[in-house]
């Protein structure tokens, strides 16, 4: 059975948006993060918040089609893609459902903060990998956001990938 992984890239000083809610300055980024990488042929499926979801949603399309997508939600009512399915009780059973969906890859924990500090608080993640792009925002929204208490972390290794990108991968401990 797979890892349940927190994967995003973020600006140097832990920036997933700016200020307005911009994520243009990380796009040039995302080939070397996500394809070049190869995260995306390890993941099964996803796991998203309902804003998180809503935002990628509003392009049109569910981007991750070959992957089972769970949306933690109590209150969204719509229509979902045809590999997704809503999980209206919570994190924690999110993961045992897309654990059994995703088989023996892994399953991504997309976001957004809301969802990652729900999945960290839950204590159902087991890796953590940032990719740091060469980029200082200054303020926005903030990878984790504010945390409980301190989680901490075992380091497993990093990476580097063109464009000046360093990975950092984590274990939780």
Not at 105 to 122: H, I, T
Request: glycine residues 10%; charged residues 20%.
């Amino acid at each position: 059975m797979g890892a349940v992984r927190i994967y995003c890239g973020a600006s140097l000083d832990g920036f997933v948006a700016d200020g307005d809610g911009d994520t243009s300055w990380l796009q040039p980024f995302e080939a070397a993060i996500f394809r070049e990488s190869g995260f995306l042929d390890q993941v099964g499926a996803v796991i998203l918040g309902r804003r998180a979801f809503e935002f990628l949603y509003a392009f049109g399309e569910w981007p991750y089609d070959n992957k089972a997508g769970f949306i933690v939600s109590s209150t969204l009512e719509m229509k979902l893609p045809a590999r997704c399915r809503f999980a209206r009780s919570g994190v924690r059973d999110a993961v045992v459902a897309a654990k059994a969906a995703a088989g023996d890859l892994d399953v991504w924990v997309v976001g957004g903060a809301m969802m990652l500090q729900s999945a960290l608080r839950e204590r159902v993640v087991d890796r953590i990998e940032m990719c740091l792009v060469p980029v200082l925002v200054g303020q926005g929204l903030a990878v984790m956001g504010a945390l409980d208490q301190p989680q901490e972390l075992v380091f497993e290794s990093s990476k580097t990938y063109p464009q000046d990108i360093i990975k950092l991968t984590y274990e939780l401990a």
